[in-house]
């Protein structure tokens, strides 16, 4: 069965920072390519970031570029997202989502990690 | 830059059909793929590549498009279906390829 499960999720105050994991398993992880996609409280799925099956291509969202870093251990299945000088409008649920192959929208979710920005 | 729009909401009484709309004027060029997204659960798509529809999901979820407009389909609407639903489209003009709608909350009356 496949599944993503993420972690690391908390309440950070603002300027600080984060670290969140999603961990992979029932799949051969380093075949995927892997994204972040955040939901703020009352609002809509925003895209995050991606990374490319061997990390050697990673793209953000113009809201978080220079705060944001995504990478991956394939070692480990595992995905990162180094959340830095987060913001409230970073408050969110963080999903990571698998990229169907050969497609071009996401075959799996985990159920996401909630990240509170807040003094 | 590309949006995709949707209707922030759409009602509908059990057993009608729903229909939910994506505009952008990249649809048409671009493949759409809808999502259902429950209240504490992760995002599941009910419809990939504007038509197809993954194993598992009714055949009551249908996607069509038509010029610059996109349309999931929902007949014989059931309670269970109350959701928002996203669409959404790869977006490769720009260094953000991955675009969602604007999301639509389906009620079930």
């Known amino acids: 069965e496949v599944q993503l499960v993420e972690s690391g999720g908390a309440v950070v105050q603002p300027g600080g920072s984060l670290r969140l994991s999603c961990a992979g398993s029932g799949f051969t992880f380093e075949n995927y390519a892997i994204h972040w996609v955040r939901q703020a409280p009352g609002k809509g799925l925003q895209w995050v970031s991606l990374?490319?099956?061997?990390?050697?291509?990673?793209h953000y969202a113009d809201s978080v570029k220079g705060r944001f870093t995504i990478s991956r251990d394939n070692s480990k299945n595992s995905l990162y997202l180094e959340m830095n000088s987060l913001r409230g409008e970073d408050t969110a649920f963080y999903y990571c989502a698998r990229r169907a192959p050969n497609h071009r929208y996401f075959d799996f979710w985990g159920q996401g990690t909630l990240v509170t920005v807040s003094s | 830059s590309y949006v995709l729009t949707q209707p922030p909401s759409v009602s509908v009484a059990p057993g009608q059909t729903a229909t939910i709309t994506c505009g952008g004027n990249k649809i048409g060029s671009e493949r759409v793929h809808w999502y259902q997204k429950k209240p504490g659960q992760a995002p599941v798509v009910v419809v990939y590549?504007?038509?197809d529809r993954p194993s598992g999901i009714p055949e009551r979820f249908s996607g069509s498009t038509s010029g610059n407009t996109a349309t999931l389909t929902i007949s014989r609407v059931e309670a269970g279906d109350e959701a928002d639903f996203y669409c959404?489209?790869?977006?490769?003009?720009?260094?953000?390829?991955?675009?969602f709608g604007g999301g639509t909350k389906l009620t079930v009356l």
């Open positions: 590549d504007d038509t």
């Open positions: 990374i490319s099956w061997n990390g050697a291509t990673t």
């Open positions: 959404q489209v790869w977006d490769t003009s720009g260094d953000h390829p991955v675009l």
